[in-house]
């Protein structure tokens, strides 16, 4: 083996080195909630902590479920993120295609002003976004939970930049073959973003299942809550208990858990979409 390739042999060996001892770390906070939700209760504040569990338990888990509510907020996570999902990828699919591949008076100004737009801290919007939604009676409903979210200026940047580099000759060879603007839209640019819609619909499905504030401020009943704002209301009630708490988030942890292990492919893709022609 010559120097250089023994060398750069020693650098990978490093670099992957430096890179399990992160993700090591990084998972240590979903370990320790885990074994924390399998814990009997009593052992939870002991001291040292157990590392690995002599008797795990499910209690936690059972008490939870007995919640009356549980289930209703696993519903509303789920109708929220499913259907703020798919708006976006539709609205933002076809107001991508019209910045990257039409030409109308102010398109770029309007592109740079949603550029601009992603740089407002969502905390900024939330009481004018309360009063709109206020005054269109939505407070407290699916609409006030879903509508807010629709509008994603990430989302028309990510497809807008992945869009800019299909070649406009495909589209010009549907016209000419007597494609409508609509059926141009749905046979040739819905299957050639596919790949930077499903970025996007993983990021956006995440994002809305882990919303907590908004769900917290436009809701005032506990039948509306979603999970995450739900089990902030346990926490109220049951606030040293932390094994049955611990539980709670391990179960809001799952399906992110399932999706990330089933798409992960999708999420290293979303680091270079709309990057390479």
Request: hydrophobic share 55%; aromatic share 14%.
């Amino acid at each position: 083996m010559t120097p250089w390739k023994a060398k750069q042999k020693v650098k990978m060996v490093l670099s992957l080195a430096v890179l399990t001892l992160f993700g090591l770390l990084a998972f240590i906070p979903l370990y320790w909630m885990v074994i924390t939700a399998i814990k009997p209760a009593s052992l939870t504040l002991r001291f040292p902590p157990e590392l690995f569990p002599k008797n795990p338990t499910l209690a936690n888990f059972q008490e939870l479920f007995q919640r009356p509510l549980i289930l209703r907020w696993t519903f509303n996570s789920g109708v929220v993120a499913v259907s703020v999902t798919f708006l976006q990828l539709l609205l933002c699919t076809m107001a991508g295609y019209s910045l990257a591949k039409k030409r109308f008076p102010l398109s770029q100004l309007l592109f740079f002003v949603y550029i601009a737009s992603m740089m407002i801290p969502k905390q900024v919007t939330l009481v004018p976004l309360y009063i709109l939604v206020s005054k269109f009676g939505m407070i407290n409903t699916y609409w006030g939970l879903i509508l807010p979210s629709v509008a994603a200026p990430f989302g028309v940047f990510l497809m807008r930049q992945f869009l800019v580099t299909v070649p406009t000759e495909i589209i010009e060879a549907a016209k000419i073959d007597g494609a409508s603007e609509w059926r141009t839209f749905y046979k040739i640019i819905v299957p050639i973003s596919l790949p930077a819609m499903a970025v996007l619909g993983i990021f956006t499905f995440v994002a809305e299942w882990n919303d907590f504030l908004w769900p917290l401020i436009v809701t005032n009943t506990q039948q509306m809550k979603t999970l995450q704002a739900g089990l902030a209301l346990l926490q109220e009630e049951v606030p040293m208990q932390y094994a049955f708490l611990m539980s709670g988030a391990t179960y809001a942890a799952v399906p992110m858990i399932i999706i990330f292990f089933a798409f992960s492919k999708y999420f290293l893709k979303g680091v270079t979409v709309g990057a390479i022609k």
